[in-house]
C-alpha cells in the first residue's frame, strides 16, 4: 500500500505550455505536499527567443532588459504551477540567481515586488552566479505547497 501512496504522490509535471527544459529534467516534481520546480528561466515555449536580449550577428549577448526576463520567469512559474494545479500564492520558497547584482537587483527587485508582498510572499534568497546555462541573467528556483 505505501508504494502505491509513493507513486501517486512522486509525480513529474511536464507542462505543454512551458518552455522546454534544456537538459534532461521535468519542470517540476510533486513529493507529498510539496511541488519542486526545476530552475525557470525567461525563455518562451517552442523558441530560443530570450525576452529582452539582445545578441550581435555572432550570438553574443550586446545588452538585456531584466525588469523584461523577470516578467518572463514569474509568468514561467506561473504557467507551471498552473499546469500542476497551483498559484503563485502557493509559493513558500524562492532561489533567485542573478548573473549581474550589482546593475540588476534594484530593478530585478522592484518587478518582483509587482507579483509578491512581504507580508504574503515566499521566502527569497537571491544570489550572484558567473554564468547560466543559456545566456540569460536571471533564473528562479522554487518550491509551492499543495494546501
Do not use: W
Not at 513529493?31 to 528561466?41: Q, R, T, W
Not at 518572463?72 to 500564492?89: A, H, P, R
Amino acid at each position: 500500500m505505501v508504494r502505491l501512496k509513493e507513486k501517486i504522490m512522486n509525480k513529474q509535471v511536464i507542462s505543454e505550455k512551458a518552455p522546454e527544459p534544456v537538459g534532461s529534467y521535468p519542470h517540476a516534481k510533486r513529493v507529498g505536499d510539496l511541488l519542486f520546480l526545476s530552475g525557470v528561466g525567461p525563455r518562451k515555449r517552442g523558441t530560443s527567443d530570450i525576452p529582452g536580449v539582445v545578441f550581435d550577428q555572432n550570438r553574443n549577448v550586446i545588452d538585456y532588459n531584466i525588469k523584461e526576463q523577470t516578467h518572463s520567469v514569474i509568468e514561467n512559474i506561473q504557467t507551471v504551477l498552473q499546469d500542476s494545479g497551483l498559484d503563485l500564492k502557493d509559493l513558500v520558497d524562492v532561489q533567485v540567481f542573478l548573473t549581474n547584482m550589482k546593475k540588476d537587483f534594484k530593478d530585478f527587485n522592484a518587478v518582483y515586488a509587482e507579483y509578491f508582498s512581504v507580508e504574503a510572499g515566499p521566502c527569497r534568497t537571491t544570489v550572484e552566479v558567473g554564468a547560466l546555462p543559456t545566456p540569460i541573467a536571471v533564473e528562479f528556483k522554487a518550491i509551492a505547497q499543495f494546501k
